[in-house]
């Protein structure tokens, strides 16, 4: 029987140039800021249609109702995924991992999963990646920042990538909870009449367990990372800023003589 | 006591660990808490010489530490953490720390901060600071001293954490946690040696997803020629096959240092400052002014980066007179 492998969708936010923060400055004023697919996300979302794609498996994307999260879910659609699930949440937006994982793991529980791929990290979230939390909930192997996925006589390999090109290919027994960092392709492009389509397929309701939010790590000030504090800047128009870089780059003997 | 995960490669720590010790140290001696570092897998003899930050060492050996599963590392860690009851764990954010954390987050009930770029002892807890949204934003936060802090490269100082000494050392029976494991190491990959070694550059040009598409790719690829430097570029140019993997800096690439570094469109995650801050001198070009690659760059310039190329391209292949 093909499996059945379920994708962890999740809108981040995204900080633009005018930043705003809330009164007490410790954190976004998501009023003001925009949020977007969190991109390993979607990494993890091409993954699992690629393995659709290869082995028959049936895609479930699934993701807490927050803003941004129907498109992130019609998106799967129209690349490919059988079907789209939105989980009843209370908040506007998306909670951290710590707060997330035990209803998105209730979730996954209901939807009798086979394998389940996550983004390997979210921008936002300073209580870690999702997946281990997940694992351990769910009590499943699991394994991150993977890169490369094969299904073979119904164990899953997985690619796993460290520091200075090292890697190691893991065997799990399903169900599992896999972290991706890159998809085995890059993302597909989806047609406009793809995603038209999308538009008019269902999103299945689905209710969630009662939870408490996490406040084990407390926020005390969010603010701009200095990065002006060390760089040298040289302005001007291109043309200037070239000759400027030409003549620092030669005195330092680095510009071909 | 605070409980101190060391990384190893081939029998030997790695360094991040010393780093590691040194934050765990200072933390410690301003509770009155004992460190404790352990080692999961075989350590050759000669790895321990360096682990006087410790006041004790726990290892533990069993075929299937001896290579790095998730399953099997994470639940000896439990055992070992739960056993000595630790208060507080710190771990590298590593591939292996990034999927140990959270685990060990939810098992043991402790909180997890990630990835820490700083770890001090204040009046709220254990203050942090986090770098968010790809380093763009610093986020200052509190955690309770019952807490798994997972901390990028450079939270420690290495050489404070890498003193001379073995501590007491014990080996802990990790056997039972062990049974059952449902995933084990199929095979190991090591970097191809045929392709392109980008720690041996002396100039490296980088191009990042701000370069806007793979049809750029040749005005840099003729800039990189006419200075003599390699190409590479950052994780999400890698992920689109602008450029092949052997050509990839940063944390899940390849850490270089060469004596120039020139980042084009690069915004500068922490991921791929961890690759490169050790160049001798680093130029960011970016059209965004708060990009954090301009925090570790030494010259830097906001501009459209096509325009940019294109005149210094201009200016490296004139002939001089």
């Known amino acids: ?257 | 006591m605070i409980l101190v995960h060391l990384e190893t490669r081939g029998g030997e720590i790695a360094a991040q660990g010393f780093e590691l010790l040194a934050v765990a140290r200072q933390l410690a001696t301003l509770r009155g808490l004992s460190v404790v570092a352990v080692v999961l897998g075989p350590l050759l003899p000669d790895a321990r010489a360096s682990l006087g930050a410790a006041d004790r060492l726990i290892e533990a050996d069993h075929p299937a530490l001896v290579a790095f599963t998730p399953e099997a590392h994470a639940r000896a860690l439990a055992a070992i953490a739960a056993n000595q009851g630790a208060a507080v764990i710190l771990i590298a954010h590593t591939s292996q720390g990034m999927d140990l954390g959270p685990w060990l987050s939810a098992r043991l009930g402790l909180a997890l901060a990630a990835p820490c770029r700083s770890v001090t002892a204040g009046d709220e807890g254990i203050e942090i600071v986090v770098g968010l949204y790809g380093g763009r934003l610093v986020l200052r936060a509190a955690v309770p001293w019952a807490a798994i802090l997972s901390c990028s490269p450079g939270a420690g100082d290495e050489a404070a954490g890498r003193l001379p000494g073995i501590p007491p050392t014990e080996q802990a029976d990790v056997t039972e946690a062990l049974d059952g494991l449902r995933s084990a190491v199929q095979s190991l990959e090591s970097p191809d040696s045929d392709a392109v070694d980008l720690t041996r550059a002396e100039r490296i040009l980088c191009v990042g997803r701000g370069i806007g598409s793979a049809d750029e790719m040749p005005k840099f690829a003729a800039l990189a020629a006419a200075l003599g430097a390699e190409l590479a570029g950052s994780r999400p140019v890698i992920d689109a096959g602008w450029l092949p993997k052997a050509r990839q800096v940063g944390k899940s690439g390849t850490r270089v240092a060469p004596k120039l570094y020139l980042a084009f469109g690069v915004s500068g995650a922490p991921e791929h400052l961890e690759g490169m801050s050790r160049a001798d001198l680093i130029v960011a070009i970016n059209t965004d002014p708060l990009a954090p690659i301009f925090g570790a760059a030494h010259l830097g310039a906001v501009s459209d980066v096509l325009a940019l190329v294109s005149e210094l391209t201009r200016l490296a292949r004139r002939v001089p007179n």
């Open chain 1, 1 to 257: 029987m093909a499996m059945r492998i379920a994708v962890i969708l999740r809108p981040v936010a995204h900080p633009g140039d005018d930043l705003s923060f809330n009164d007490d400055g410790t954190a976004l004023d998501m009023e003001w800021t925009d949020v977007k697919a969190n991109e390993f996300d979607e990494q993890a979302s091409e993954e699992a249609i690629l393995l659709a794609d290869a082995t028959g498996a049936e895609v479930v994307a699934v993701a807490l109702g927050v803003e941004g999260a129907d498109r992130m879910l019609r998106t799967a659609l129209a690349r490919g995924a059988s079907r789209a699930v939105r989980v009843a949440w209370d908040g506007q937006y998306a909670p951290d991992s710590a707060t997330a994982a035990p209803i998105l793991a209730e979730a996954v529980r209901k939807l009798d999963v086979d394998l389940l791929l996550v983004g390997v990290q979210a921008a936002d979230d300073a209580t870690g990646p999702l997946t281990g939390r997940l694992a351990a909930l769910l009590d499943w192997p699991w394994a991150g920042s993977v890169a490369g996925v094969e299904i073979v006589e119904g164990k899953v390999l997985a690619r796993q990538e460290y520091a200075g090109g090292h890697a190691a290919w893991l065997s799990l027994s399903v169900p599992a909870v896999l972290g991706i960092h890159s998809a085995s392709q890059p993302i597909r492009y989806v047609s406009g009449s793809r995603m038209g389509a999308a538009m008019k397929m269902q999103i299945d309701a689905m209710t969630s367990v009662e939870t408490a939010p996490s406040t084990t790590v407390r926020p005390l000030s969010l603010a701009p990372r200095d990065v002006q504090g060390r760089a040298a800047m040289v302005e001007g128009t291109p043309e200037a800023m070239a000759l400027q870089l030409r003549d620092l780059l030669t005195a330092r003997g680095l510009w071909p003589a």
